[in-house]
């Protein structure tokens, strides 16, 4: 394994990998390591099909399934904005409309009953243009952060929801049964990774509401400390190549996609996996 930074706080392109052949007692352990180091891995010129997918997702932890329906299956997501009948879907429709709703500084799943640790995105069709993936280290930007904002993060507890992020894009796209079907969620805004007891701002797109603070006092909160994380030097744009996948750590980051001319296609493959105790998510529960 080789490995090279890709970003001076966070971020390593990670060579000599083929992800295929990775196994819990073989390759796993070392990618784990880098992972919960630099919270950003790039591997290039991979060839993973949805069944290496699901099997090299699933070495970090169960596969999410957004169903409420456990016994559906796990399966891996494409992020498109071509139709089934393979041909263009127009940008005003919900599908593309989600896509651009994903544009904002994200965390995956936030309003979930748990959370995600991870996303791994594989390319599958790229646009001429655009339509890179950007990650700020929410880690490195909370040991930046001044004291005085860092006291009013520290304690604080953000309620998130999926519908707020889509009624950012659309009030109408917010109202499909895929964002109002979970119930809010409140997650702390600090995240302790349990093995380097390294914290990182833990908020998304979806959050709404700060506990105990008044609507308008808590948005500002939330906008501010999204600012204060997303600033150039917390980030790092990834301009997809073909057969590149990314593996990140949802605990430590914040991410968005780009715009692209939409008259292209841009396909990439995803999935999460859901976040255990052992990551760290027990003390993000209410008396962890
Ligand atoms: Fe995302």
Redesign the pocket.
Known sequence: MRMTAVHERFGVEVRGVDLRGVTASDGYPEVRAVFEENSVLVFRDQELDDGAHLRFGGLFGPIEVRSKNQADKAVVSPLTNLGDDATIIPEDDRQVMNLKA?QLW?T?STFLPAPALI?VLAARVLPSSGGETEYASTRAAWADMPAGLKDRARGAVLRHRYAHSRAKISPELATGDLFTMWSDQAWPAVWRNPINGREALYIASHAYAVEGMGDAAGSALIEELTAFATRPEYVYTHRWQPGDVLLWDERATL?RGRPWPYGEERTLASICVTARDCDGLAAMRPGG
């Open positions: 994903n994200h995956d996303n991410h």
